[in-house]
């Protein structure tokens, strides 16, 4: 099939592999531009721009696609369909309806059940059990449109990187799956019964408060591993927390954030939690361990 790609994280590059391996005909690979990055705020490709170009395919970055010469450009490409993964940009209306077989998005969620920007950290954040991917037809709603397929994943204990991975995957062998017969799979009409909405995830988010739970700060570690990354701060210092045990209680709960011990175990009112990976702002990550050698929080502390 005649083929424009669509998208700009890391989650999306298997999905673009998956259709040059399949021999389809990507034609153009659309990506948001370049973003300043590192500690030089250099311009750095997407992930998805870096794989195109390794790919030898033609890449587009627009700012847009709502202006004139954007949309009759994506209509010149003659398409019969086109694939999305996690772009980022709104699609216009003729946009959608430019290629033949109209846009199929890779989402990563059981549709209807968290539409919108962040389904995979929302998703652990809630304490889902499963999640999973949908291949559905784009239309002008927020991923309200008609699915043509999905897959199921196990949540369990993973962070929202590790899930990302998998889902990743998962979605670019079910979108090859989808492509090889599209008779095959007709669109089915998303339910009404749980829609639920995945908002942007906000930096201010990632500041643990320990008064809601272990179990809800546990998810927290792990929904924003790798990023924003959950944290507490001691001493005025930002402290990251990449990886968490989940404790039962270990006090009467009245002293939420206070350190119990010399292995920064910290009260949560309902339970407790023990870091397991921590990271200083500018270090390397370390175990509670290696950064209490250097970095002093005593036992009764209160974050």
Not at 131 to 158: C, F, H, W, Y
Not at 242 to 265: F, H, K, S
Request: net charge neutral; glycine share 10%.
């Amino acid at each position: 099939m005649r083929i424009a790609f669509m998208g700009t994280p890391d989650f999306a590059v298997p999905t673009l592999d998956a259709l040059v391996t399949a021999g389809h005909e990507v034609v153009a690979v659309y990506s948001q531009p370049p973003r300043p990055a590192g500690r030089g705020k250099a311009l750095t490709p997407s992930p998805v721009q870096a794989r195109a170009e390794a790919l030898g395919i033609a890449i587009r970055t627009p700012l847009t696609l709502r202006d004139i010469e954007a949309q009759a450009a994506f209509a010149a490409l003659d398409l019969d369909v086109a694939v999305i993964a996690a772009y980022g940009l709104i699609l216009p209306q003729p946009i959608l309806d430019a290629p033949r077989r109209g846009c199929l998005n890779v989402h990563a969620s059981l549709l209807p059940r968290w539409r919108g920007a962040a389904p995979i950290q929302r998703a652990i954040l809630a304490g889902d059990e499963r999640t999973g991917v949908t291949i559905m037809q784009m239309e002008r709603g927020l991923d309200t449109g008609p699915m043509l397929a999905s897959v199921m994943v196990r949540i369990d204990n993973k962070t929202a990187g590790a899930l990302t991975a998998e889902l990743a995957a998962k979605g670019a062998a079910l979108m090859a799956q989808v492509l090889d017969d599209l008779d095959c799979h007709p669109a089915v009409v998303q339910p009404e019964d749980g829609v639920t909405y995945a908002a942007k995830i906000e930096k201010a988010e990632a500041r643990l408060d320990f008064a809601v739970g272990a179990a809800q700060v546990g998810r927290q570690v792990r929904a924003f591993n790798p990023a924003p990354g959950a944290f507490f701060e001691a001493d005025g210092e930002r402290i990251r927390i990449l990886a968490a045990e989940v404790l039962p209680a270990a006090t009467d709960g009245g002293n939420p954030g206070t350190i119990l011990d010399d292995r920064l175990t910290i009260d949560c009112g309902d339970g407790a939690i023990r870091p397991l990976l921590v990271q200083r702002s500018g270090r390397g990550v370390m175990t509670p361990e290696e950064l209490l050698r250097g970095f002093a929080i005593a036992k009764g502390t209160r974050l």
